[in-house]
T-cell receptor
Protein backbone atom coordinates (compact mmCIF):
# COMPACT_ATOMS: atom_id res chain seq x y z
CA UNK A 1 0.00 0.00 0.00
CA UNK A 2 1.09 3.54 -0.72
CA UNK A 3 2.08 5.56 2.31
CA UNK A 4 3.81 8.63 3.64
CA UNK A 5 6.51 8.28 6.26
CA UNK A 6 8.37 10.77 8.42
CA UNK A 7 11.62 10.37 10.26
CA UNK A 8 12.71 10.72 12.91
CA UNK A 9 9.50 10.45 14.93
CA UNK A 10 11.14 12.07 17.94
CA UNK A 11 14.23 14.26 18.14
CA UNK A 12 15.86 16.36 20.81
CA UNK A 13 18.46 18.87 19.71
CA UNK A 14 20.25 21.94 20.98
CA UNK A 15 19.81 25.57 20.03
CA UNK A 16 21.84 26.50 16.97
CA UNK A 17 22.14 23.01 15.51
CA UNK A 18 20.96 22.14 12.02
CA UNK A 19 18.14 19.61 11.90
CA UNK A 20 16.58 17.84 8.94
CA UNK A 21 13.23 16.09 9.08
CA UNK A 22 12.61 13.58 6.33
CA UNK A 23 9.34 12.99 4.48
CA UNK A 24 8.86 10.23 1.92
CA UNK A 25 5.67 9.36 0.03
CA UNK A 26 4.98 6.52 -2.36
CA UNK A 27 1.77 7.84 -3.97
CA UNK A 28 3.62 9.76 -6.67
CA UNK A 29 1.79 12.92 -5.60
CA UNK A 30 3.15 16.19 -6.95
CA UNK A 31 1.83 18.36 -4.12
CA UNK A 32 3.56 18.07 -0.76
CA UNK A 33 3.31 20.19 2.38
CA UNK A 34 4.99 20.74 5.73
CA UNK A 35 2.94 21.93 8.72
CA UNK A 36 3.70 22.55 12.33
CA UNK A 37 1.14 21.97 15.05
CA UNK A 38 1.21 23.85 18.33
CA UNK A 39 -1.35 24.19 21.08
CA UNK A 40 -3.49 27.23 20.44
CA UNK A 41 -2.35 27.61 16.83
CA UNK A 42 -3.78 24.61 15.05
CA UNK A 43 -1.97 23.70 11.83
CA UNK A 44 0.34 26.27 10.27
CA UNK A 45 1.85 25.87 6.83
CA UNK A 46 5.64 26.10 6.68
CA UNK A 47 6.55 25.26 3.08
CA UNK A 48 4.96 23.49 0.15
CA UNK A 49 5.89 22.10 -3.23
CA UNK A 50 3.90 21.47 -6.38
CA UNK A 51 6.53 19.33 -8.05
CA UNK A 52 10.21 18.61 -8.56
CA UNK A 53 12.37 21.73 -8.19
CA UNK A 54 9.35 23.74 -7.01
CA UNK A 55 9.23 25.10 -3.44
CA UNK A 56 7.13 27.83 -1.88
CA UNK A 57 6.97 29.60 1.47
CA UNK A 58 4.02 29.19 3.75
CA UNK A 59 2.82 31.44 6.56
CA UNK A 60 5.60 30.48 9.03
CA UNK A 61 8.62 29.80 6.81
CA UNK A 62 11.27 31.85 8.65
CA UNK A 63 14.08 29.60 9.85
CA UNK A 64 13.03 26.68 7.65
CA UNK A 65 13.93 25.50 4.16
CA UNK A 66 12.91 22.65 1.88
CA UNK A 67 14.20 21.10 -1.30
CA UNK A 68 12.46 18.90 -3.87
CA UNK A 69 14.88 16.88 -5.96
CA UNK A 70 12.44 14.06 -6.71
CA UNK A 71 8.71 13.38 -6.45
CA UNK A 72 8.91 11.16 -3.37
CA UNK A 73 10.82 13.32 -0.89
CA UNK A 74 10.45 16.74 0.70
CA UNK A 75 12.97 17.14 3.54
CA UNK A 76 12.50 20.05 5.94
CA UNK A 77 15.66 21.70 7.28
CA UNK A 78 15.99 23.95 10.29
CA UNK A 79 19.20 25.82 9.58
CA UNK A 80 19.84 26.90 13.17
CA UNK A 81 17.30 25.44 15.57
CA UNK A 82 15.62 27.76 18.06
CA UNK A 83 13.51 26.94 21.11
CA UNK A 84 10.53 28.51 19.35
CA UNK A 85 10.75 25.69 16.82
CA UNK A 86 9.89 23.08 19.42
CA UNK A 87 6.77 21.58 17.90
CA UNK A 88 5.18 18.62 16.19
CA UNK A 89 5.81 18.64 12.44
CA UNK A 90 3.55 16.99 9.89
CA UNK A 91 4.28 16.25 6.29
CA UNK A 92 1.42 15.69 3.85
CA UNK A 93 0.90 14.92 0.20
CA UNK A 94 -2.16 15.67 -1.87
CA UNK A 95 -4.15 13.65 -4.35
CA UNK A 96 -4.73 16.23 -7.07
CA UNK A 97 -7.85 14.48 -8.34
CA UNK A 98 -9.73 14.60 -5.05
CA UNK A 99 -7.98 17.33 -3.08
CA UNK A 100 -7.47 14.89 -0.20
CA UNK A 101 -4.37 15.28 1.97
CA UNK A 102 -2.52 12.25 3.30
CA UNK A 103 -0.52 12.93 6.45
CA UNK A 104 2.50 11.33 7.97
CA UNK A 105 2.46 10.39 11.64
CA UNK A 106 4.40 13.45 12.69
CA UNK A 107 7.86 14.30 14.02
CA UNK A 108 8.09 15.69 17.52
CA UNK A 109 11.05 18.07 17.77
CA UNK A 110 12.36 19.48 21.03
CA UNK A 111 14.95 22.24 20.92
CA UNK A 112 16.76 22.78 24.22
CA UNK B 1 -9.54 36.39 2.56
CA UNK B 2 -10.74 32.83 2.79
CA UNK B 3 -11.19 31.49 6.30
CA UNK B 4 -12.68 28.71 8.39
CA UNK B 5 -14.17 29.15 11.85
CA UNK B 6 -15.04 26.22 14.03
CA UNK B 7 -16.33 26.00 17.55
CA UNK B 8 -13.80 26.06 20.31
CA UNK B 9 -13.26 23.04 22.45
CA UNK B 10 -12.91 20.97 24.27
CA UNK B 11 -16.34 19.49 23.75
CA UNK B 12 -17.14 16.91 26.41
CA UNK B 13 -20.01 14.46 25.94
CA UNK B 14 -21.21 11.22 27.42
CA UNK B 15 -21.21 8.06 25.33
CA UNK B 16 -24.25 7.76 23.03
CA UNK B 17 -24.89 11.51 23.07
CA UNK B 18 -25.62 13.48 19.90
CA UNK B 19 -22.68 15.45 18.53
CA UNK B 20 -22.56 18.69 16.60
CA UNK B 21 -19.35 20.55 15.86
CA UNK B 22 -20.01 23.82 14.07
CA UNK B 23 -17.96 24.98 11.10
CA UNK B 24 -18.54 28.09 9.01
CA UNK B 25 -16.44 29.45 6.19
CA UNK B 26 -15.81 32.47 4.00
CA UNK B 27 -14.55 31.92 0.49
CA UNK B 28 -14.48 33.94 -2.71
CA UNK B 29 -14.60 30.93 -5.02
CA UNK B 30 -16.37 27.57 -4.93
CA UNK B 31 -14.62 25.59 -2.22
CA UNK B 32 -14.54 21.93 -1.43
CA UNK B 33 -15.09 21.29 2.27
CA UNK B 34 -13.45 18.69 4.46
CA UNK B 35 -13.46 17.29 7.96
CA UNK B 36 -10.23 15.72 9.13
CA UNK B 37 -9.77 13.80 12.37
CA UNK B 38 -6.62 13.43 14.47
CA UNK B 39 -6.53 10.63 16.99
CA UNK B 40 -4.03 10.93 19.86
CA UNK B 41 -0.44 10.54 18.72
CA UNK B 42 -1.33 10.28 15.05
CA UNK B 43 -1.42 12.40 11.93
CA UNK B 44 -4.62 13.79 10.49
CA UNK B 45 -6.81 11.65 8.28
CA UNK B 46 -9.74 12.54 6.09
CA UNK B 47 -13.10 11.85 7.74
CA UNK B 48 -15.45 13.15 5.06
CA UNK B 49 -15.77 15.76 2.36
CA UNK B 50 -18.22 17.55 0.09
CA UNK B 51 -17.38 19.24 -3.17
CA UNK B 52 -20.49 21.27 -4.00
CA UNK B 53 -23.52 22.86 -2.41
CA UNK B 54 -26.06 20.48 -0.84
CA UNK B 55 -23.64 17.54 -0.99
CA UNK B 56 -23.60 15.41 2.14
CA UNK B 57 -20.40 13.74 3.18
CA UNK B 58 -20.59 10.74 5.49
CA UNK B 59 -18.23 8.23 7.07
CA UNK B 60 -18.10 6.14 10.27
CA UNK B 61 -21.52 7.47 11.34
CA UNK B 62 -20.48 11.11 10.92
CA UNK B 63 -22.25 13.41 8.50
CA UNK B 64 -21.87 16.96 7.25
CA UNK B 65 -23.89 18.87 4.65
CA UNK B 66 -22.43 21.61 2.49
CA UNK B 67 -24.79 24.58 3.06
CA UNK B 68 -23.97 27.40 0.71
CA UNK B 69 -26.77 29.65 1.97
CA UNK B 70 -25.39 29.60 5.51
CA UNK B 71 -21.74 28.98 4.49
CA UNK B 72 -21.62 26.09 6.92
CA UNK B 73 -20.40 22.50 7.10
CA UNK B 74 -21.38 21.30 10.56
CA UNK B 75 -20.23 17.85 11.67
CA UNK B 76 -22.85 15.60 13.30
CA UNK B 77 -23.06 12.12 14.74
CA UNK B 78 -26.12 10.57 16.28
CA UNK B 79 -24.46 8.48 18.98
CA UNK B 80 -20.83 9.03 19.90
CA UNK B 81 -18.47 6.43 21.31
CA UNK B 82 -15.41 6.72 23.51
CA UNK B 83 -13.34 5.83 20.44
CA UNK B 84 -14.51 9.07 18.76
CA UNK B 85 -12.40 11.09 21.19
CA UNK B 86 -10.04 13.05 18.95
CA UNK B 87 -9.39 16.49 17.49
CA UNK B 88 -11.58 17.42 14.52
CA UNK B 89 -10.49 19.93 11.89
CA UNK B 90 -12.70 21.65 9.35
CA UNK B 91 -10.97 22.81 6.16
CA UNK B 92 -11.68 24.21 2.73
CA UNK B 93 -9.80 24.17 -0.53
CA UNK B 94 -10.31 26.11 -3.72
CA UNK B 95 -9.12 24.84 -7.07
CA UNK B 96 -8.08 28.31 -8.18
CA UNK B 97 -5.54 28.40 -5.35
CA UNK B 98 -4.05 25.12 -6.49
CA UNK B 99 -5.93 23.29 -3.75
CA UNK B 100 -4.31 25.12 -0.86
CA UNK B 101 -6.16 24.13 2.29
CA UNK B 102 -7.46 26.69 4.74
CA UNK B 103 -7.78 25.14 8.21
CA UNK B 104 -9.97 25.73 11.19
CA UNK B 105 -8.31 25.76 14.60
CA UNK B 106 -9.51 22.28 15.51
CA UNK B 107 -12.02 21.11 18.11
CA UNK B 108 -11.03 18.59 20.73
CA UNK B 109 -13.78 16.07 21.47
CA UNK B 110 -13.78 14.10 24.72
CA UNK B 111 -16.27 11.27 25.15
CA UNK B 112 -16.78 9.94 28.65
CA UNK B 113 -18.05 6.40 29.23
Amino acid sequence: DAEITQSPRHKITETGRQVTLACHQTWNHNNMFWYRQDLGHGLRLIHYSYGVQDTNKGEVSDGYSVSRSNTEDLPLTLESAASSQTSVYFCASMDWNTGELFFGEGSRLTVL
Amino acid sequence: GDSVTQMEGPVTLSEEAFLTINCTYTATGYPSLFWYVQYPGEGLQLLLKATKADDKGSNKGFEATYRKETTSFHLEKGSVQVSDSAVYFCALSIMDSNYQLIWGAGTKLIIKP
